[in-house]
């Protein structure tokens, strides 16, 4: 976990060229760039993290492919962004987000045209084409920590 006193400025996990790697169960929060960072063909599994108060909740980029299972994403600038960065790739990201909550972020999604992104059965503020998009306000304090409920509006 990041917390207050831990504040950083960059990425608070970044992966670069990473295969069959798996983060989860990670709690950030007030991170100045992305909570989580995938680039350069990487192939992770992001399962059941928390990520609030960052720039960009989860970002994948050049040519990387991820799978996004429950996961809370409130309250960033930005929830989750797919893009092409590096022109050395061909591709933007590619992802899969299944079971989690993407609300409360200035901007839920973006994704350029490079770029592929698949929801099912999650929640997501405004809805977003998909299966089984819910848009009713999650209960949060079943979701985050009561620590971390102060940064949601």
């Known amino acids: 976990s990041l ?6 400025n960059g990425d608070a996990i970044d992966l670069s060229f990473a295969d069959d790697t798996v983060i ?12 989580i960072s995938i680039g350069e063909k ?3 599994k992001v399962i059941g993290n928390k990520i609030v108060k960052c720039d960009i909740g989860i970002a994948v980029k050049d040519q990387s492919q991820a799978l996004i299972e ?3 994403i409130v309250a960033n600038n930005t929830g989750v962004a797919l893009y092409l960065k590096k022109p050395i790739f061909t591709v933007g990201g590619r ?3 299944i079971k989690s909550v993407i609300w409360g972020n200035k901007n839920q999604v ?4 490079l770029s ?6 999650s929640v997501v503020e405004g809805g977003y084409q998909g299966e089984n998009i819910g848009a009713e306000r999650p209960d949060f304090s079943q979701l985050l920590p009561a620590y971390i409920l102060q940064f949601i509006d």
């Open 95 to 97: 992802a899969q987000m």
């Open 70 to 72: 429950n996961n809370v």
């Open 42 to 44: 990487s192939k992770p």
């Open 116 to 121: 592929s992104f698949v929801i099912k059965d």
């Open 24 to 35: 989860a169960d990670s709690t950030i929060y007030l991170c100045g760039d992305k909570g």
């Open 3 to 8: 917390g207050k006193n831990d504040a950083i």
């Open 110 to 113: 973006q994704v350029d045209n």
